[in-house]
């Protein structure tokens, strides 16, 4: 697993299993268009972008590159990389057809092709003894602040995702991921006492 500073986006859940095999790194997913109509995620988007900085890695598609465009217009170019992956024709294992313009997204390139796109863009790549970016909050955390395992843990949770500005529907454990990538656990006991 090859550490990388950067959070990377990608369009869908089938880019994302495929990076997190081959880079740690946040990954978090556009939901292909979707990321054009929802204000929530985009501005959670910007605000890791500009804290540690942002690879946009999609298909090299149309549909991949309207995504990328629409990116490089919403966030600060200053905090965006971005990487390609190469015209490959084909289908990816799990289709039964090959896609509109017949190319294989980042779901079907190797290990190899990612990697050398990644590097290719500038991403920052680390070694094992660096630090987490900021911090390290645990599920632990999280329970003990009241935020999971606890008769009014949804609620609260509400409650700080409206706060912190973040997606209203995100999982435990993208809420979990979010936090790390935009606060250290001191920074969350803070913003928990104003709640």
Known sequence: ????????????????????QIVDAPIIETNGFGIMNDKANLSFLRRVAENRGLIVFTDSDGAGFMIRNF?????????????????IYGKEKRKTAPGKEGKIGVEGMTRQVILDSLRRCGASF??????????????????????????????????????????????????????????????????????
């Open 126 to 195: 680390e070694d094992d003894s660096n630090a987490a970016f900021c911090g390290s909050i645990t599920k632990q955390d999280l329970m003990e602040l009241g935020l999971s395992g606890g008769k009014d843990s949804s609620f609260l949770r509400k409650k700080l995702l409206k706060k912190l500005e973040l997606p209203e529907h995100m999982s435990a454990n993208a809420l979990l991921q979010a936090l790390n990538l935009l606060y250290t656990p001191d920074d969350l006991r803070e913003v928990m006492k104003t709640l």
């Open 71 to 87: 990116l490089k217009s919403a966030i600060d170019p200053a905090y965006l990389l971005h990487a390609y992956i190469p015209d």
């Open 1 to 20: 697993m090859i550490k990388i500073k950067q959070a990377i986006v990608v369009e869908g859940r089938y880019d994302k299993n495929t990076l997190s």
